[in-house]
């Protein structure tokens, strides 16, 4: 992710088309490669409108693999932002101030007309709202009705897996109304400012730091994801070896083969 520790790098474009798209009436899709960074963009963009629109609502479904998984989230998300204020007769008991992680386990038991219906009853009449749903996977016809509901409720931004129709289903038949947005490799620059923030306290033979930097830049592509993984290979290594290293890039076949078998 190309956040951390609130530093973000790059993305102004992708920013800005987001706003623009959600301003203009539209739903958002965003696709990209696995660790091209889709998911640190739509949290910076959830941080800055925090920020700057209190009256916006914003629901974060973080696993959005199935249609239960999916209201699951969205229920916990309603619950965080003290929205969830009707239960169903079989979670009566629960107290009303009860934290999310506390009572997730007996909503993990209900069903998922139950949790949908959920979502749906607590969301009608919600102003300004948007519902971000991440790492979407295939849409089946029960998840796509969902979706189909769901956006005359609220605002959608969709963070799709993959690029390829076969990988969202259905999701392509509703896609008319969407801003669709590739999230492209971080620039070299940009990649080179990352892996220096990520590096951190890493003591890297100066004559080897400008050949690690841009030996990780072209490993990486871009990806944070590898980029990522180089950087922990580095700081791992600095601490084996409890003072200045020189670069070597152990493993690095190894963790990128691994990566780009996630993306296939």
């Not at 916990?76 to 101030?97: A, H, M, N, T, Y």
Request: charged share 30%; net charge positive.
């Amino acid at each position: 992710m190309i956040q951390e520790n609130e530093i973000f790098i790059g993305r102004k474009e992708e920013l800005k088309r987001i706003s623009e798209a959600l301003q203009k009436g539209k739903h958002v899709l965003l696709l990209g490669k696995n660790g091209c960074g889709k998911t640190a963009l739509v949290l910076e963009f959830i941080r800055r409108n925090a920020q700057e629109n209190h009256n916006l609502k914003i629901l974060l479904s973080s696993q959005s693999g199935s249609l239960k998984d999916t209201c699951l989230s969205l229920v916990g998300s309603l619950c965080r932002l003290g929205l969830l204020v009707k239960f169903p007769k079989e979670l009566q008991r629960i107290g009303p101030d009860e934290p999310w992680e506390k009572i997730k386990p007996h909503f993990l038991r209900l069903r998922t007309t139950v949790l949908k219906n959920l979502v749906f009853n607590h969301i009608q009449g919600v102003k300004n709202l948007i519902v971000v749903l991440d790492h979407l996977g295939k849409v089946k016809s029960k998840f796509f009705f969902f979706l189909d509901s769901l956006r005359d409720q609220a605002k959608l931004i969709l963070i799709a897996r993959g690029v390829q129709k076969k990988e969202t289903g259905q999701l392509w038949m509703m896609l008319w109304g969407f801003e669709q947005i590739k999230v492209e490799p971080l620039t070299s620059d940009e990649a080179k400012r990352l892996a220096a923030h990520w590096l951190g306290g890493a003591s890297v033979d100066t004559a080897d730091q400008k050949k690690w930097y841009r030996e990780a830049v072209r490993l990486s592509g871009g990806n944070p994801e590898i980029l990522r993984g180089l950087c922990d290979e580095i700081r791992k290594q600095s601490l084996e070896k409890r003072g200045e290293i020189h670069v070597r890039l152990a493993n690095i076949d190894r963790q990128i083969t691994s990566l780009q078998k996630e993306e296939e």
